[in-house]
Nanobody, 124 residues
Framework: QVQLVESGGGSAQTGGSLRLSCAAS????????MAWFRQAPGKEREGVAI????????YYFASVKGRFTISRDNAKNTVYLQLNNLKPEDTADYYC?????????????????WGQGTQVTVSS
């Protein structure tokens, strides 16, 4: 089992920045990828960014590419998401996730572990 705890959500204005953290504990060796997803009211959960545990390589979904950065601190077992140049459409609950396989983090349905979520609100 892997436990994920997010922090760092809050409110920002358009063009502002926030940093989310995800602390992982438990059998983290089980995870081949870590990711951030988000879900806005009335919408499906969508992928934001992925970081692969083997080599630290990253992948960004189109809606955030160039604005968000995913990173990790292995010593702290923590994954971060830096959100820059925020837009009102970034408003959502953001979820940290872990997947057992290299392809697991591309789709929400393939995720093995979820955090409880943290809210991000961007005002215009």
């Amino acid at each position: 089992q892997v436990q994920l705890v997010e922090s760092g959500g809050g409110s920002a204005q358009t063009g502002g920045s926030l940093r989310l953290s995800c602390a992982a504990s438990g059998y983290t060796d089980d995870s081949r990828c870590m990711a951030w997803f988000r879900q806005a009211p009335g919408k499906e959960r969508e992928g934001v960014a992925i970081i692969y545990t083997r080599d630290g390589s990253t992948y960004y979904f189109a809606s955030v590419k160039g604005r968000f950065t995913i990173s990790r601190d292995n010593a702290k077992n923590t994954v971060y998401l830096q959100l820059n140049n925020l837009k009102p459409e970034d408003t959502a609950d953001y979820y940290c996730a872990a997947g057992r396989h290299f392809t697991s983090c591309l789709e929400a349905r393939d995720i093995s572990y979820w955090g409880q979520g943290t809210q991000v609100t961007v005002s215009s």
